[in-house]
Protein backbone atom coordinates (compact mmCIF):
# COMPACT_ATOMS: atom_id res chain seq x y z
CA UNK A 1 0.00 0.00 0.00
CA UNK A 2 1.66 3.44 -0.94
CA UNK A 3 2.19 5.99 1.97
CA UNK A 4 5.27 7.57 3.93
CA UNK A 5 8.31 5.30 5.39
CA UNK A 6 7.46 4.57 9.33
CA UNK A 7 8.27 7.09 12.04
CA UNK A 8 9.90 5.58 14.80
CA UNK A 9 8.26 6.78 18.06
CA UNK A 10 6.17 9.50 17.05
CA UNK A 11 5.02 8.18 14.37
CA UNK A 12 3.36 10.73 12.42
CA UNK A 13 2.15 12.88 15.40
CA UNK A 14 5.32 15.42 14.39
CA UNK A 15 4.17 16.41 11.40
CA UNK A 16 0.67 16.69 11.84
CA UNK A 17 1.46 19.08 15.17
CA UNK A 18 3.40 21.00 13.12
CA UNK A 19 1.22 21.05 10.07
CA UNK A 20 -2.22 20.71 11.45
CA UNK A 21 -4.37 17.98 10.52
CA UNK A 22 -6.11 19.37 7.14
CA UNK A 23 -2.77 20.46 5.33
CA UNK A 24 -1.19 17.31 6.75
CA UNK A 25 -4.07 15.13 5.29
CA UNK A 26 -4.12 17.68 1.83
CA UNK A 27 0.09 16.31 1.74
CA UNK A 28 -0.82 13.00 1.93
CA UNK A 29 -3.40 12.31 -0.03
CA UNK A 30 -1.87 14.82 -2.66
CA UNK A 31 1.28 12.65 -2.50
CA UNK A 32 0.14 9.05 -2.59
CA UNK A 33 -3.64 8.89 -3.49
CA UNK A 34 -6.56 7.34 -2.40
CA UNK A 35 -5.71 4.65 -0.41
CA UNK A 36 -2.33 5.26 1.65
CA UNK A 37 -1.00 2.86 4.60
CA UNK A 38 0.78 4.62 7.65
CA UNK A 39 1.89 2.68 10.81
CA UNK A 40 0.60 4.41 14.35
CA UNK A 41 2.90 2.27 16.12
CA UNK A 42 2.49 -1.25 15.85
CA UNK A 43 -0.80 -0.69 14.37
CA UNK A 44 -1.94 -0.04 10.89
CA UNK A 45 -3.72 2.86 10.14
CA UNK A 46 -5.53 3.53 6.69
CA UNK A 47 -6.50 7.51 5.36
CA UNK A 48 -8.67 6.10 2.73
CA UNK A 49 -11.10 8.63 0.67
CA UNK A 50 -11.92 6.06 -2.08
CA UNK A 51 -15.67 6.51 -2.45
CA UNK A 52 -16.34 2.65 -3.16
CA UNK A 53 -14.05 1.18 -0.45
CA UNK A 54 -15.41 3.79 1.99
CA UNK A 55 -18.85 3.02 1.10
CA UNK A 56 -17.73 -0.82 1.75
CA UNK A 57 -16.41 0.05 5.22
CA UNK A 58 -19.00 2.88 6.48
CA UNK A 59 -22.25 1.12 5.04
CA UNK A 60 -22.12 -2.45 3.23
CA UNK A 61 -19.29 -3.92 6.14
CA UNK A 62 -20.12 -1.54 8.71
CA UNK A 63 -21.22 -4.77 11.22
CA UNK A 64 -17.17 -5.34 10.79
CA UNK A 65 -15.76 -1.42 11.19
CA UNK A 66 -18.76 -1.11 13.91
CA UNK A 67 -16.09 1.04 16.56
CA UNK A 68 -14.15 3.97 16.37
CA UNK A 69 -10.88 4.48 17.89
CA UNK A 70 -10.68 7.96 19.06
CA UNK A 71 -11.57 7.94 22.28
CA UNK A 72 -10.19 4.96 23.55
CA UNK A 73 -8.99 5.24 27.03
CA UNK A 74 -11.44 7.54 28.00
CA UNK A 75 -12.73 6.63 31.73
CA UNK A 76 -14.95 8.60 34.22
CA UNK A 77 -18.94 9.78 32.29
CA UNK A 78 -17.68 9.60 29.53
CA UNK A 79 -16.95 5.93 29.29
CA UNK A 80 -20.63 5.65 28.80
CA UNK A 81 -21.64 8.03 26.14
CA UNK A 82 -21.93 6.94 22.23
CA UNK A 83 -18.97 8.35 21.17
CA UNK A 84 -16.81 5.94 23.03
CA UNK A 85 -19.50 2.60 23.65
CA UNK A 86 -18.44 -0.46 21.39
CA UNK A 87 -19.80 -3.77 19.65
CA UNK A 88 -22.76 -4.16 21.73
CA UNK A 89 -23.16 -1.96 24.36
CA UNK A 90 -22.47 1.05 21.46
CA UNK A 91 -25.90 -0.78 19.37
CA UNK A 92 -27.71 -0.84 22.97
CA UNK A 93 -27.28 2.85 23.39
CA UNK A 94 -27.89 3.89 19.86
CA UNK A 95 -31.32 1.93 19.76
CA UNK A 96 -32.53 3.07 22.96
CA UNK A 97 -31.11 6.85 22.37
CA UNK A 98 -32.18 7.32 18.66
CA UNK A 99 -35.98 8.44 18.64
CA UNK A 100 -34.76 11.41 20.61
CA UNK A 101 -33.48 13.20 17.68
CA UNK A 102 -36.60 12.16 15.62
CA UNK A 103 -38.74 14.47 13.79
CA UNK A 104 -41.36 14.26 16.38
CA UNK A 105 -39.31 14.88 19.13
CA UNK A 106 -37.05 17.76 17.72
CA UNK A 107 -40.51 19.46 17.16
CA UNK A 108 -41.13 18.99 20.88
CA UNK A 109 -38.01 20.47 21.85
CA UNK A 110 -38.47 23.21 19.51
CA UNK A 111 -39.99 25.47 21.99
CA UNK A 112 -36.95 25.22 23.81
CA UNK A 113 -34.37 26.46 20.99
CA UNK A 114 -36.65 28.76 19.95
CA UNK A 115 -36.90 30.81 23.43
CA UNK A 116 -32.56 30.73 22.83
CA UNK A 117 -33.15 32.35 19.28
CA UNK A 118 -35.06 35.02 20.33
CA UNK A 119 -32.54 35.68 22.75
CA UNK A 120 -29.93 35.48 20.34
CA UNK A 121 -30.73 37.87 17.62
CA UNK A 122 -31.11 40.37 20.34
CA UNK A 123 -27.62 40.10 21.23
CA UNK A 124 -27.22 40.71 17.56
CA UNK A 125 -29.19 44.12 17.42
CA UNK A 126 -27.10 44.86 20.26
CA UNK A 127 -24.05 44.68 18.58
CA UNK A 128 -26.05 46.63 15.66
CA UNK A 129 -26.67 49.35 17.91
CA UNK A 130 -23.54 49.67 19.31
CA UNK A 131 -21.65 49.90 16.02
CA UNK A 132 -19.27 47.15 17.98
CA UNK A 133 -16.91 44.53 15.81
CA UNK A 134 -16.94 41.24 17.60
CA UNK A 135 -16.08 38.07 16.79
CA UNK A 136 -19.14 36.10 16.08
CA UNK A 137 -17.63 32.74 17.45
CA UNK A 138 -17.95 33.68 20.94
CA UNK A 139 -21.59 34.66 20.57
CA UNK A 140 -22.32 31.42 18.69
CA UNK A 141 -20.84 28.94 21.16
CA UNK A 142 -23.29 31.15 23.94
CA UNK A 143 -26.32 30.18 21.48
CA UNK A 144 -25.67 26.44 20.51
CA UNK A 145 -24.18 25.92 25.03
CA UNK A 146 -27.73 27.12 25.96
CA UNK A 147 -29.66 25.08 23.34
CA UNK A 148 -27.31 21.76 24.16
CA UNK A 149 -27.60 22.45 28.00
CA UNK A 150 -31.78 23.47 27.98
CA UNK A 151 -32.67 20.50 24.99
CA UNK A 152 -30.28 17.71 26.45
CA UNK A 153 -29.24 18.81 29.73
CA UNK A 154 -32.48 19.98 31.27
CA UNK A 155 -30.75 22.93 32.58
CA UNK A 156 -30.68 26.74 31.69
CA UNK A 157 -27.22 27.90 31.20
CA UNK A 158 -28.18 31.25 30.18
CA UNK A 159 -24.76 32.51 28.80
CA UNK A 160 -26.24 34.51 26.25
CA UNK A 161 -27.38 36.64 29.26
CA UNK A 162 -24.59 36.23 31.22
CA UNK A 163 -26.40 34.45 33.65
CA UNK A 164 -25.29 31.32 35.09
CA UNK A 165 -21.78 31.90 34.93
CA UNK A 166 -21.04 28.94 37.18
CA UNK A 167 -22.98 26.11 35.48
CA UNK A 168 -21.38 27.53 32.21
CA UNK A 169 -17.71 27.31 33.09
CA UNK A 170 -17.79 24.23 34.25
CA UNK A 171 -19.61 22.96 30.99
CA UNK A 172 -16.95 24.61 29.32
CA UNK A 173 -13.92 23.22 31.03
CA UNK A 174 -15.36 19.25 29.48
CA UNK A 175 -15.10 20.62 26.13
CA UNK A 176 -11.95 22.24 26.57
CA UNK A 177 -10.19 19.09 27.52
CA UNK A 178 -11.24 16.82 24.23
CA UNK A 179 -10.68 19.14 21.91
CA UNK A 180 -7.62 17.05 21.39
CA UNK A 181 -8.89 13.40 21.63
CA UNK A 182 -5.51 12.25 20.88
CA UNK A 183 -4.55 13.64 23.90
CA UNK A 184 -7.49 12.63 25.80
CA UNK A 185 -6.75 9.08 25.19
CA UNK A 186 -3.23 9.03 25.76
CA UNK A 187 -4.27 10.43 29.17
CA UNK A 188 -6.61 8.37 30.10
CA UNK A 189 -4.54 4.99 28.94
CA UNK A 190 -2.16 6.36 31.48
CA UNK A 191 -4.63 6.31 34.23
CA UNK A 192 -5.23 10.16 34.36
CA UNK A 193 -9.01 12.10 34.23
CA UNK A 194 -9.05 14.65 31.34
CA UNK A 195 -11.49 15.80 33.32
CA UNK A 196 -11.44 18.35 36.37
CA UNK A 197 -13.73 16.51 39.40
CA UNK A 198 -14.91 19.36 40.40
CA UNK A 199 -16.70 20.12 37.07
CA UNK A 200 -18.05 16.75 37.32
CA UNK A 201 -19.45 16.64 40.59
CA UNK A 202 -21.04 20.22 39.64
CA UNK A 203 -22.48 18.88 37.02
CA UNK A 204 -23.30 15.21 38.52
CA UNK A 205 -25.26 17.06 41.55
CA UNK A 206 -27.18 18.98 39.08
CA UNK A 207 -28.41 16.46 36.44
CA UNK A 208 -28.86 13.64 39.52
CA UNK A 209 -31.04 16.71 41.09
CA UNK A 210 -33.19 16.93 37.50
CA UNK A 211 -33.82 13.31 37.34
CA UNK A 212 -35.04 12.89 41.04
CA UNK A 213 -37.55 15.93 40.45
CA UNK A 214 -38.57 14.49 37.05
CA UNK A 215 -39.12 10.89 38.56
CA UNK A 216 -41.25 12.27 41.66
CA UNK A 217 -42.97 14.44 38.49
CA UNK A 218 -42.29 17.60 40.23
CA UNK A 219 -41.49 19.66 37.16
CA UNK A 220 -41.65 18.69 33.35
CA UNK A 221 -39.61 19.16 30.32
CA UNK A 222 -39.90 18.60 26.49
CA UNK A 223 -35.89 17.68 26.87
CA UNK A 224 -33.73 14.87 26.20
CA UNK A 225 -33.91 13.76 29.99
CA UNK A 226 -37.35 14.00 30.05
CA UNK A 227 -37.47 11.88 27.01
CA UNK A 228 -35.21 8.78 29.05
CA UNK A 229 -37.73 8.97 32.12
CA UNK A 230 -40.75 8.29 29.88
CA UNK A 231 -39.35 6.21 27.83
CA UNK A 232 -38.31 4.22 31.04
CA UNK A 233 -41.98 4.75 31.82
CA UNK A 234 -42.84 3.18 29.04
CA UNK A 235 -41.06 0.34 29.26
CA UNK A 236 -41.45 -0.72 32.80
CA UNK A 237 -45.15 -0.23 32.37
CA UNK A 238 -44.77 -2.72 29.16
CA UNK A 239 -43.02 -5.29 31.29
CA UNK A 240 -45.72 -4.84 34.41
CA UNK A 241 -47.84 -6.09 31.65
CA UNK A 242 -46.46 -8.63 30.11
CA UNK A 243 -45.23 -10.18 33.58
CA UNK A 244 -48.97 -9.76 34.54
CA UNK A 245 -49.82 -11.65 31.30
CA UNK A 246 -47.07 -14.84 31.57
CA UNK A 247 -46.97 -17.22 33.71
CA UNK A 248 -43.55 -17.73 35.62
CA UNK A 249 -41.84 -20.12 33.97
CA UNK A 250 -42.17 -18.25 30.76
CA UNK A 251 -40.86 -14.38 32.46
CA UNK A 252 -37.88 -16.57 33.68
CA UNK A 253 -36.78 -18.12 29.79
CA UNK A 254 -37.46 -14.49 28.52
CA UNK A 255 -35.53 -13.12 31.08
CA UNK A 256 -32.65 -15.81 30.21
CA UNK A 257 -33.18 -14.61 26.44
CA UNK A 258 -33.84 -10.98 26.74
CA UNK A 259 -30.41 -9.82 27.29
CA UNK A 260 -30.39 -6.33 25.67
CA UNK A 261 -30.63 -3.49 28.35
CA UNK A 262 -34.23 -1.30 27.17
CA UNK A 263 -33.36 1.99 29.17
CA UNK A 264 -30.37 3.77 30.55
CA UNK A 265 -29.35 4.33 34.35
CA UNK A 266 -28.80 7.63 35.19
CA UNK A 267 -25.06 7.16 35.11
CA UNK A 268 -25.46 6.83 31.23
CA UNK A 269 -28.46 9.61 30.61
CA UNK A 270 -25.46 11.75 32.30
CA UNK A 271 -22.88 10.59 30.03
CA UNK A 272 -24.45 10.74 26.90
CA UNK A 273 -25.87 14.40 27.43
CA UNK A 274 -22.08 15.25 28.10
CA UNK A 275 -21.11 13.21 24.73
CA UNK A 276 -24.14 15.59 23.26
CA UNK A 277 -22.14 18.45 24.81
CA UNK A 278 -18.87 18.06 23.75
CA UNK A 279 -19.99 16.36 19.86
CA UNK A 280 -22.47 19.53 19.26
CA UNK A 281 -21.19 22.36 20.64
CA UNK A 282 -18.69 23.74 19.48
CA UNK A 283 -19.09 21.91 15.68
CA UNK A 284 -22.60 23.74 15.62
CA UNK A 285 -21.23 26.68 16.74
CA UNK A 286 -18.03 26.69 14.04
CA UNK A 287 -20.75 26.07 11.24
CA UNK A 288 -23.06 28.94 12.34
CA UNK A 289 -19.30 31.21 12.29
CA UNK A 290 -18.41 30.14 8.87
CA UNK A 291 -21.88 30.24 7.28
CA UNK A 292 -21.63 34.23 8.89
CA UNK A 293 -18.38 34.63 7.16
CA UNK A 294 -19.60 33.69 4.10
CA UNK A 295 -22.79 36.09 4.22
CA UNK A 296 -20.14 39.10 5.40
CA UNK A 297 -17.92 37.65 2.10
CA UNK A 298 -20.25 37.44 -0.34
CA UNK A 299 -23.14 40.30 0.07
CA UNK A 300 -24.84 38.92 -3.16
CA UNK A 301 -25.30 35.22 -1.98
CA UNK A 302 -26.34 36.87 1.41
CA UNK A 303 -29.18 38.78 -0.33
CA UNK A 304 -30.06 35.93 -2.25
CA UNK A 305 -30.27 34.23 1.70
CA UNK A 306 -32.05 37.57 2.83
CA UNK A 307 -34.35 37.46 0.36
CA UNK A 308 -35.66 33.72 0.60
CA UNK A 309 -36.29 33.86 4.36
CA UNK A 310 -38.85 37.74 3.99
CA UNK A 311 -40.72 35.42 1.38
CA UNK A 312 -40.84 32.59 3.33
CA UNK A 313 -41.43 34.39 6.67
CA UNK A 314 -41.83 37.59 6.61
CA UNK A 315 -42.41 38.99 9.69
CA UNK A 316 -44.55 35.72 10.82
CA UNK A 317 -43.37 33.43 13.73
CA UNK A 318 -40.53 30.86 12.60
CA UNK A 319 -41.97 27.71 12.90
CA UNK A 320 -40.66 24.48 12.19
CA UNK A 321 -42.53 23.77 9.13
CA UNK A 322 -41.71 27.26 7.95
CA UNK A 323 -37.80 26.77 8.68
CA UNK A 324 -38.08 23.21 6.08
CA UNK A 325 -39.12 25.23 3.41
CA UNK A 326 -36.17 27.58 2.69
CA UNK A 327 -34.68 25.93 0.07
CA UNK A 328 -31.47 28.02 -0.94
CA UNK A 329 -30.67 28.42 2.66
CA UNK A 330 -30.33 25.06 2.86
CA UNK A 331 -27.91 24.78 -0.32
CA UNK A 332 -25.68 27.33 1.45
CA UNK A 333 -25.50 25.38 5.07
CA UNK A 334 -24.45 22.85 2.74
CA UNK A 335 -21.93 24.53 0.68
CA UNK A 336 -20.55 25.94 4.10
CA UNK A 337 -20.62 22.35 5.64
CA UNK A 338 -18.48 21.18 2.85
CA UNK A 339 -16.06 24.07 2.26
CA UNK A 340 -15.52 24.27 6.32
CA UNK A 341 -16.16 20.40 7.71
CA UNK A 342 -16.25 20.89 11.55
CA UNK A 343 -15.51 17.22 11.80
CA UNK A 344 -12.28 16.79 9.57
CA UNK A 345 -11.65 13.63 10.55
CA UNK A 346 -13.26 10.65 11.89
CA UNK A 347 -12.40 7.34 12.38
CA UNK A 348 -13.34 3.36 12.04
CA UNK A 349 -11.80 0.25 13.79
CA UNK A 350 -11.84 -3.38 11.81
CA UNK A 351 -12.86 -6.03 14.37
CA UNK A 352 -11.75 -9.37 11.87
CA UNK A 353 -9.21 -9.57 8.67
CA UNK A 354 -10.61 -7.42 6.13
CA UNK A 355 -10.16 -7.73 2.53
CA UNK A 356 -9.81 -3.89 1.26
CA UNK A 357 -10.11 -3.65 -2.92
CA UNK A 358 -6.36 -5.09 -3.55
CA UNK A 359 -5.49 -5.52 0.08
CA UNK A 360 -5.80 -7.55 2.90
CA UNK A 361 -5.82 -5.47 6.29
CA UNK A 362 -5.76 -7.55 9.70
CA UNK A 363 -8.09 -7.23 12.35
CA UNK A 364 -7.28 -3.70 14.16
CA UNK A 365 -6.77 -1.81 11.70
CA UNK A 366 -7.73 1.68 11.67
CA UNK A 367 -9.57 3.58 8.72
CA UNK A 368 -8.84 7.25 9.25
CA UNK A 369 -11.31 9.03 6.54
CA UNK A 370 -9.68 12.64 5.69
CA UNK A 371 -13.03 14.71 5.60
CA UNK A 372 -11.44 18.12 4.29
CA UNK A 373 -9.51 16.54 1.01
CA UNK A 374 -12.39 14.83 0.35
CA UNK A 375 -14.98 18.05 0.16
CA UNK A 376 -12.15 19.74 -2.03
CA UNK A 377 -11.12 17.35 -4.21
CA UNK A 378 -11.14 19.44 -7.65
CA UNK A 379 -11.91 15.91 -10.03
CA UNK A 380 -15.62 15.62 -7.69
CA UNK A 381 -15.86 19.90 -6.81
CA UNK A 382 -14.46 21.82 -9.51
CA UNK A 383 -13.24 25.04 -8.62
CA UNK A 384 -13.23 23.89 -5.15
CA UNK A 385 -12.20 27.15 -2.82
CA UNK A 386 -15.32 28.51 -4.59
CA UNK A 387 -18.55 28.91 -2.58
CA UNK A 388 -21.43 27.40 -5.20
CA UNK A 389 -24.28 26.53 -3.33
CA UNK A 390 -25.47 25.08 -6.50
CA UNK A 391 -23.69 22.53 -6.27
CA UNK A 392 -26.40 21.41 -4.26
CA UNK A 393 -29.51 21.53 -6.51
CA UNK A 394 -31.42 18.16 -6.64
CA UNK A 395 -29.86 17.50 -10.11
CA UNK A 396 -26.23 18.32 -9.08
CA UNK A 397 -26.38 16.54 -6.31
CA UNK A 398 -27.63 13.15 -7.63
CA UNK A 399 -24.76 13.20 -10.12
CA UNK A 400 -22.57 12.65 -7.12
CA UNK A 401 -21.22 9.80 -5.37
CA UNK A 402 -22.77 10.00 -1.75
CA UNK A 403 -19.37 9.50 -0.30
CA UNK A 404 -18.16 12.60 -1.93
CA UNK A 405 -19.99 14.52 1.23
CA UNK A 406 -19.06 13.10 4.31
CA UNK A 407 -19.77 16.55 7.10
CA UNK A 408 -21.91 14.19 9.19
CA UNK A 409 -20.10 10.92 8.63
CA UNK A 410 -22.42 8.17 6.94
CA UNK A 411 -23.47 4.84 7.54
CA UNK A 412 -25.17 3.20 11.31
CA UNK A 413 -22.53 5.20 13.50
CA UNK A 414 -22.89 8.35 11.32
CA UNK A 415 -23.93 11.87 13.45
CA UNK A 416 -26.75 11.31 15.81
CA UNK A 417 -27.23 14.96 15.87
CA UNK A 418 -27.23 15.87 12.49
CA UNK A 419 -30.89 16.87 12.07
CA UNK A 420 -31.12 18.52 15.76
CA UNK A 421 -27.71 20.70 14.76
CA UNK A 422 -29.38 21.74 11.14
CA UNK A 423 -32.24 22.54 13.10
CA UNK A 424 -30.77 25.06 15.40
CA UNK A 425 -28.46 26.44 13.29
CA UNK A 426 -31.35 27.50 10.51
CA UNK A 427 -33.12 28.73 13.65
CA UNK A 428 -30.38 31.10 14.81
CA UNK A 429 -29.34 31.71 11.14
CA UNK A 430 -32.95 32.86 10.00
CA UNK A 431 -33.93 35.01 13.04
CA UNK A 432 -30.82 37.12 12.61
CA UNK A 433 -30.58 37.78 8.92
CA UNK A 434 -34.02 38.77 9.24
CA UNK A 435 -33.05 41.68 11.14
CA UNK A 436 -29.10 42.33 10.38
CA UNK A 437 -26.92 42.26 7.51
CA UNK A 438 -23.35 40.60 8.08
CA UNK A 439 -20.43 42.97 7.13
CA UNK A 440 -16.76 42.48 6.70
CA UNK A 441 -14.65 44.25 8.61
CA UNK A 442 -11.29 45.42 9.50
CA UNK A 443 -10.17 42.34 11.60
CA UNK A 444 -12.10 39.67 9.20
CA UNK A 445 -9.49 37.66 7.82
CA UNK A 446 -10.10 36.62 4.07
CA UNK A 447 -9.48 33.96 3.13
CA UNK A 448 -10.14 32.10 6.66
CA UNK A 449 -7.05 31.01 8.28
CA UNK A 450 -7.65 27.40 9.64
CA UNK A 451 -6.30 26.03 12.99
CA UNK A 452 -4.26 22.77 13.03
CA UNK A 453 -6.69 20.79 15.53
CA UNK A 454 -8.66 17.81 14.91
CA UNK A 455 -12.18 20.14 14.82
CA UNK A 456 -12.19 22.52 12.37
CA UNK A 457 -11.13 25.60 13.50
CA UNK A 458 -10.80 29.32 12.76
CA UNK A 459 -7.00 30.83 14.04
CA UNK A 460 -8.06 34.09 15.15
CA UNK A 461 -11.91 34.13 15.79
CA UNK A 462 -14.17 35.35 13.09
CA UNK A 463 -14.58 39.10 13.17
CA UNK A 464 -17.76 41.06 11.70
CA UNK A 465 -19.26 43.91 11.50
CA UNK A 466 -23.96 43.87 11.76
CA UNK A 467 -26.14 46.25 10.74
CA UNK A 468 -30.09 46.42 11.55
CA UNK A 469 -31.83 46.23 8.49
CA UNK A 470 -34.77 48.76 7.77
CA UNK A 471 -38.14 47.33 7.73
C1 LIG B 1 -22.64 20.91 12.57
C2 LIG B 1 -22.65 20.16 13.63
C3 LIG B 1 -22.08 18.76 13.72
C4 LIG B 1 -21.17 18.13 12.91
C5 LIG B 1 -20.48 18.68 11.66
C6 LIG B 1 -20.99 16.79 13.43
C7 LIG B 1 -20.15 15.84 12.88
C8 LIG B 1 -20.03 14.55 13.35
C9 LIG B 1 -19.20 13.53 12.74
C10 LIG B 1 -18.32 13.72 11.49
C11 LIG B 1 -19.34 12.41 13.47
C12 LIG B 1 -18.66 11.07 13.20
C13 LIG B 1 -19.58 10.28 12.29
C14 LIG B 1 -19.05 8.95 11.85
O1 LIG B 1 -18.17 8.40 12.50
O2 LIG B 1 -19.55 8.43 10.80
C15 LIG B 1 -20.26 12.69 14.56
C16 LIG B 1 -20.65 11.78 15.53
C17 LIG B 1 -21.48 12.10 16.60
N1 LIG B 1 -22.12 13.30 16.81
FE1 LIG B 1 -22.06 14.93 15.61
N2 LIG B 1 -21.77 16.65 14.55
C18 LIG B 1 -22.46 17.82 14.75
C19 LIG B 1 -23.38 18.09 15.75
C20 LIG B 1 -23.78 17.21 16.73
C21 LIG B 1 -24.76 17.48 17.76
C22 LIG B 1 -25.56 18.78 17.91
C23 LIG B 1 -24.81 16.37 18.56
C24 LIG B 1 -25.69 16.10 19.76
C25 LIG B 1 -26.83 16.63 19.97
C26 LIG B 1 -23.88 15.40 18.02
C27 LIG B 1 -23.66 14.16 18.55
C28 LIG B 1 -22.85 13.21 17.99
C29 LIG B 1 -22.65 11.88 18.57
C30 LIG B 1 -23.26 11.38 19.88
C31 LIG B 1 -21.81 11.18 17.69
C32 LIG B 1 -21.35 9.74 17.85
C33 LIG B 1 -22.43 8.83 17.26
C34 LIG B 1 -22.19 7.36 17.49
O3 LIG B 1 -21.05 6.93 17.68
O4 LIG B 1 -23.18 6.59 17.49
N3 LIG B 1 -23.27 15.94 16.91
N4 LIG B 1 -20.67 14.00 14.46
Given amino acids: MPGPAPIPFVGELCYILCKGLIKYHIDLVHKYGKIIGIFDGKTPFIVLSDPNLLRNVLIKDSNVFINRRVLEGISGPFEHGLLALKDEQWKNA ?100 MFPKDAIDYTTNLVNQILARRRQRLERRNDFIQMMIDHEEEVNHEENEINQRTDKKEQQSQQQWGTLKK ?56 THEKLNQLSYLDMVISETLRMYPPGITFDRVASCDYQLGNYHIPKGSIINVPVYPIHHDPNVWPDPE ?62 LQLGKLEILNSKNGIWVRVVRRSQ
Fill in 94 to 193: RSIISPTFSTAKLKAMYGLMNEISDMYYKRLLEYADKQEIFDIKLLNGQYTLDIIASCLFGIGTNSLQHANVTLTNHLKKFFNRVISPRLASYFGKKGYS
Fill in 386 to 447: KFIPERFLPAEKAKRHPMAYLPFGDGPRNCIGMRFALLEAKLGIAKALRVVEFQKCEKTQVP
Fill in 263 to 318: TLNDKEIFGQALIFLVAGYETTSILMSCFFYVMATEPVIQEKVYEEIRQELGDDEV
